[in-house]
């Protein structure tokens, strides 16, 4: 019966872990597009994909809302030191 428990446990983490691992790798690709449509110049695609992923990544939704919380105004979503902060949040989790 432990044994049975035990491996439940363990199945269970580890398709747990699987699932924010496909996130987060979801998070950093959705990032690249964002930085791919800033390097042509196109603002309205990076926003649109920026929102995009806020609706559909969870990681994503974290790490960029916690780097735009307090900053007041719009948002630059072409902004090198957004992209930057948004990746150490998705890397490293929200609270830095």
Same mark, same amino acid.
Request: net charge positive; aromatic share 4%; charged share 30%.
């Given at each position: 019966? +432990?044994?049975?428990? *035990? *491996?439940? *446990?363990?199945?269970? +983490? %580890?398709?747990?872990? !699987?699932?924010? $691992?496909?996130?987060?790798?979801? @998070? +950093?690709?959705? /990032?690249?597009?964002?930085?791919? !449509?800033? %390097?042509?110049?196109?603002?309205? +695609? !990076?926003?649109?994909? !920026?929102?995009?992923?806020?609706? $559909?990544?969870?990681?994503? =939704?974290? @790490?960029?809302? @916690? %780097?735009? =919380?307090?900053?007041?105004? &719009? *948002?630059?979503?072409? &902004?090198?030191? /957004? #992209?930057?902060?948004?990746?150490?949040?998705?890397? #490293?989790? $929200?609270?830095?």
């Amino acid at each position: 019966m +432990l044994r049975k428990f *035990v *491996v439940v *446990v363990v199945c269970g +983490l %580890a398709s747990l872990v !699987a699932g924010c $691992t496909g996130e987060k790798k979801g @998070a +950093l690709e959705g /990032l690249e597009k964002i930085k791919g !449509a800033c %390097a042509e110049n196109d603002k309205d +695609l !990076a926003k649109s994909i !920026a929102e995009g992923l806020r609706k $559909t990544n969870k990681v994503f =939704e974290k @790490a960029f809302g @916690a %780097a735009i =919380e307090d900053k007041g105004g &719009s *948002v630059n979503y072409c &902004s090198p030191l /957004l #992209h930057s902060e948004v990746q150490q949040r998705i890397d #490293h989790g $929200t609270e830095l």
